[in-house]
């Protein structure tokens, strides 16, 4: 079955940057995309980012321009989320999704920036 | 970026009565070349990640109980739940995928009375 399942939970010190990843299982992994929000404690999910797997192109939300990085591993079929300059602003569970529809959705992983 | 505003904030209603979720966005999510809305309803249950339930905003997701619907053109949604059950306990969410950055609405949570 198709099933995206993401890295374990991280914490983090501010100023210091994460990388999420999300491994695809179930589907040819380079004919669609994959995309990230997160889940901030009290907060909407709030979308971030997508990549296509298969040509690496990129579109990323304007608010996480410039500290956001999401790149794909074909040979892993595997994405990865990389957010840099973190504050405890950023402290929020994280998913992958396939699709714009996130279908499905990763399991999420928490991360938390705390000095 | 398009405002997705739900409505109530929280729903207890009954085992068996019907639950009415309405969404709205502030632009429309209608493309006109195709006359898809581009619309998903999510679910997510406590302690686990969302759920796809419906998307182009009628279109149930493989699996999902015929129980959940999905209706609406435009701006004006609404996901209905004919018969509530108690694995229905959930938060739920639009979501708008016309335009970047998708948008989700706040979510409705939804109890049994």
């Known amino acids: 079955q198709v099933q995206l399942v993401q890295s374990g939970a991280e914490v983090k010190k501010p100023g210091a940057s994460v990388k999420v990843s999300c491994k695809a299982s179930?589907?040819?992994?380079?004919?669609?995309?994959i995309h990230w929000v997160r889940q901030a404690p009290g907060q909407r999910l709030e979308w971030m980012a997508w990549?296509?797997?298969?040509?690496?192109?990129?579109k990323y939300s304007q608010k996480f321009q410039g500290r956001l990085t999401i790149t794909r591993d074909t040979s892993a079929t595997t994405a990865y989320m990389e957010l840099s300059s973190l504050t405890s602003e950023d402290t929020a569970v994280y998913y992958c999704?396939?699709?714009?529809?996130?279908?499905?959705w990763g399991q999420g992983t928490l991360v938390t920036v705390s000095s | 970026d398009i405002v997705m505003t739900q409505s109530p904030d929280s729903l207890a209603l009954s085992l068996g009565e019907r639950a009415t979720i309405n969404c709205k966005s502030s632009?429309?999510?209608?493309?006109?070349?195709?006359?898809?809305?581009?619309l998903a309803w999510h679910q997510q249950k406590p302690g686990q990640p969302p759920k796809l339930l419906i998307y182009?905003?009628?279109t149930r997701e493989s699996g999902v109980p015929d129980r959940f619907s999905g209706s609406g053109s435009g701006t004006d949604f609404t996901l209905t739940i004919s018969s509530l059950q108690a694995e229905d306990v959930a938060v739920y969410y639009c979501?708008?995928?016309?335009?970047?950055?998708?948008?989700f609405g706040q979510g409705t949570k939804l109890e049994i009375k």
């Open positions: 990549i296509h797997a298969g040509n690496g192109n990129t």
């Open positions: 179930g589907y040819t992994f380079t004919t669609y995309t």
């Open positions: 182009w905003a009628s």
């Open positions: 979501q708008q995928y016309y335009d970047t950055p998708y948008t």
């Open positions: 632009q429309s999510v209608l493309y006109s070349s195709n006359n898809k809305n581009y």
């Open positions: 999704g396939r699709d714009r529809v996130f279908d499905p």
